[in-house]
């Protein structure tokens, strides 16, 4: 970036760390706009020692099938990923037995009905449930629905979908209740949930829902050398067609006829940053106070405030000899120590593991561990000693699946994974609880009271999940280039 003094001026400024912020970066500088990317977190997107690597989110991307909205980013943009479908997708592990959730909807279907033969006519009527519901859900994004109807036009659209989504939502939260009453069955649920949606499964029963229990039968993808390289891919290629990416801290930011912002990068100011148009990151660390100092974002905190973090992912990071591993062990598994406990602190714990023979995360011979377990409260509220409490937990739960683990651990620094779960907690998406949520997709939208200033991130479509932050990015960006 220029430093010299002399002034640029920027199609658009991009402000935050989330893949949101960078799928929106690179959209604008693929149409050709002038575009810079302030990151606030030096942190980099993995995490490598010892011959291990391990991606910093270890939770589940989805959106990479075809036709899907991240494939089809990549294939818009020329990013090769090496990548393959998984087979089991999931297994969700009990104290007595495991379930695998295959691609193939029959075969999970009877591998449901032979761990719960008494279930087996609820379970074949919820999944007919999902299959529709979710298709509807699935529909409606397809549709360009506006689920936060901003214009009279929105409105009437939104009106004429409404009693075709009311009687979906009854169906489907209906059959969701009955098969919530075997606590196991209910445990699957959530656990899904829990990694393919960005929403509080608790309490709560949108259509959304539908769509996120569908994905997980056949959305599920090993990313060789990790996911990574799929985030420098898209930093590359932002990079290859103009764009520039900023480390600094942000001093001031005005947001009038033309966006200024002054920064700092490495303590030092630099020239003052100028731009048409700026998309903000709701994962931006200073986004609720710059909500509350402009009174045109009055309305926009208003719905804001309704959407409250309600569990937050810790993980630690570990090396073991391939030996220890299962040979049946998936990539992607939940361990659940409790069926009637809660999803939080250590009892469900999520596994990613490298493959066998994947050099690029692990020494031959062995694999690398990212396990992660929910907390109510953000890893950066809470000292090391409870988080260190809380890693035992873990590890004890691990140990039950992996009954050599002590023997066969490799590696672990769990002062440093600490550190990382501190210092990369805004920019891992969060689990929301929303006031009466109705269709669950979308919260906020990406346009503001001021018409350069727009939003990104995973708060935006909680719902969609993963899915939903890549929708948020390129939205913003069609709407900051003039596209509707």
């Not at 099938?65 to 087979?87: F, M, S």
């Amino acid at each position: 970036m220029n430093r010299a003094g002399n002034k640029t001026m920027y199609d658009t400024i991009v402000l935050g760390d989330d893949p949101g912020s960078l799928v929106a970066a690179v959209t604008l500088a693929s149409h050709e706009k002038k575009t810079i990317l302030l990151t606030m977190d030096d942190t980099p997107d993995l995490y490598s020692e010892s011959g291990y690597t391990f991606d910093i989110d270890p939770l589940p991307w989805t959106g990479l099938n075809r036709g899907d909205v991240l494939r089809q980013l990549l294939a818009h943009l020329l990013i090769t990923h090496e990548d393959h479908l998984l087979d089991p997708a999931l297994q969700i592990i009990f104290q007595e037995h495991r379930i695998d959730i295959y691609n193939d909807t029959g075969s999970y279907l009877k591998e449901m009905e032979r761990e719960f033969p008494d279930e087996a006519w609820k379970i074949l009527n919820f999944y007919k449930s999902i299959a529709k519901s979710g298709a509807f859900a699935s529909g409606l994004i397809g549709k360009n629905l506006h689920l936060q109807p901003e214009t009279v036009g929105d409105y009437i659209n939104l009106l004429r979908n409404m009693p075709a989504i009311i009687l979906k939502k009854r169906a489907f939260a209906a059959n969701l209740i009955n098969i919530q009453k075997e606590p196991e069955l209910k445990k699957i649920l959530e656990a899904q949930i829990l990694l393919l949606s960005n929403l509080d499964p608790h309490g709560i029963s949108p259509i959304s829902f539908a769509r996120t229990l569908s994905l997980s039968l056949n959305r599920f993808f090993y990313h060789t050398g990790g996911k990574h390289h799929l985030i420098e891919g898209l930093k590359k290629k932002f990079e290859a067609d103009g764009g520039i990416i900023e480390r600094c801290s942000i001093s001031t930011l005005e947001m009038e006829r033309a966006i200024k912002a002054n920064v700092k990068v490495g303590g030092e100011d630099i020239p003052t940053i100028y731009g048409r148009n700026i998309i903000i990151s709701t994962k931006y660390e200073k986004f609720t106070s710059l909500l509350e100092e402009n009174r045109k974002f009055s309305a926009l905190r208003k719905r804001y405030d309704k959407i409250k973090p309600s569990l937050y992912p810790f993980t630690i990071h570990i090396g073991v000899q391939d030996r220890c591993i299962p040979e049946k062990m998936g990539v992607y598994v939940v361990i659940v120590s409790d069926e009637a406990g809660p999803d939080e602190d250590g009892n469900l714990l999520f596994l990613e593991t490298s493959e066998p023979g994947d050099a690029l995360r692990a020494p031959d011979g062995k694999r690398a561990i990212s396990a992660t377990t929910f907390l109510k409260n953000s890893p950066s509220e809470l000292d090391n000693n409870a988080l260190e409490n809380i890693a035992e937990i873990m590890l004890k739960t691990l140990g039950g699946v992996l009954p050599f683990l002590k023997e066969n651990l490799d590696f672990m620094d769990l002062e440093k994974s600490i550190s990382i779960s501190k210092s990369r907690h805004r920019a891992i998406n969060h689990k929301y609880r929303v006031k009466n949520p109705f269709i669950g997709m979308s919260f906020l939208p990406n346009k503001t009271p001021l018409k350069n200033v727009f939003l990104t991130g995973g708060m935006l479509m909680p719902g969609l999940g993963f899915e939903g932050e890549i929708m948020s990015g390129t939205n913003a960006a069609k709407l900051a280039i003039g596209e509707n």
